[in-house]
């Protein structure tokens, strides 16, 4: 059984350092918070390497009880001690740390399939639309979502907190080469639809094949003309009121309501 450990300065340091990208893509590992995702995570069959829990609020007895696996290294802290090197404002009180993962095999099976449906991602920078985006493919059962090298870290702690646990769920590609990857779609004999607001066809008339893969583009200017070359299809939302721009995440969420119901 696992023994509770007090949490060393040292110790302290090196998690707090992966708020950082360069400290998470050095040591191959990243943070996440509260219950629920880290709940998910062990229930995906994450490894977990350590959890650090506010002793001042809860029994270590509930830690041990629920991870009492020998490769997991449980730390108490003080409340100051993990606001320090949490994320958010108010702390739930827990936080793991978990090695960074690629679902590569994943991916490449999900190509093979007869039928899927991969959300691509061009140069997503706000990491709570990178988390939004993760709970939507989540929630519609998408097969694979490809995140593009110009794209916020998945690993980023907003992001991981935003997605609610749901990047356990499903495979997730990051810091990919769309190029390359594209062209491989093509070969696999998916239909590309890029999301663009010129020159594109209403959503609400298009039938979806059974492989088919979507391009969202970044916030304020779309997807790049490098990636939009690839698209058989280009495709609209339609616009009723006066807003500039749709949310990447609910722009996501329509189109994918489209192909799945």
């Known amino acids: 059984m696992n023994e509770i450990k007090i949490l060393t300065?040292?110790?302290?340091?090196?998690?707090?350092?992966?708020?950082?990208?360069?400290?998470?893509?050095?040591?191959?590992?990243f943070i996440v918070e509260g219950w629920k995702?880290?709940?998910?995570?062990a229930i995906a069959g994450?490894?977990?390497e350590s959890i650090i829990y506010d002793a001042q609020?809860?029994?270590?007895?509930t830690i041990l009880t629920k991870f009492n696996r020998s490769t997991v290294e449980i730390f108490a802290a003080k409340t100051?001690?993990?606001?320090?090197?949490?994320?958010?404002?108010?702390?739930?009180g827990i936080i793991a740390v978990l090695p960074t993962f690629t679902k590569t095999t994943s991916i490449v099976s999900v190509m093979k399939q007869p039928s899927a449906v991969i959300v691509v991602l061009d140069a997503i920078n706000d990491p709570g639309n990178l988390g939004t985006i993760i709970r939507t493919c989540d929630w519609f059962g998408v097969d694979a979502l490809i995140i593009g090298k110009n794209s916020v870290d998945v690993y980023?702690?907003?992001?991981?907190?935003?997605?609610?646990?749901?990047?356990?769920?499903?495979?997730?590609?990051?810091e990919t080469n769309l190029d390359n990857f594209l062209t491989t779609c093509q070969l696999e004999k998916f239909t590309i639809y890029s999301t663009e607001l010129t020159k594109s066809d209403d959503v609400r008339k298009i039938s979806f094949p059974k492989k088919c893969v979507v391009i969202i583009g970044n916030e304020s200017h779309g997807v790049s003309p490098e990636i939009s070359v690839?698209?058989?299809?280009?495709?609209?939302?339609?616009?009723?009121?006066?807003?500039?721009?749709?949310?990447?995440?609910?722009?996501?969420?329509?189109?994918?309501?489209?192909?799945?119901?």
Do not use: W
């Open 80 to 92: 100051k001690e993990l606001e320090s090197i949490s994320d958010t404002v108010t702390s739930q």
């Open 37 to 41: 995702s880290i709940e998910e995570a």
């Open 230 to 261: 690839f698209a058989n299809k280009k495709i609209r939302i339609p616009q009723f009121g006066k807003a500039e721009s749709l949310n990447a995440a609910m722009a996501c969420g329509i189109i994918l309501s489209k192909i799945k119901l």
């Open 9 to 29: 300065k040292q110790k302290m340091l090196s998690i707090k350092n992966l708020l950082q990208k360069k400290y998470r893509e050095d040591e191959g590992m």
């Open 156 to 174: 980023n702690p907003k992001v991981v907190r935003a997605s609610m646990g749901s990047m356990f769920h499903f495979p997730i590609l990051d």
């Open 57 to 61: 609020k809860i029994e270590g007895t």
């Open 46 to 48: 994450i490894a977990i």
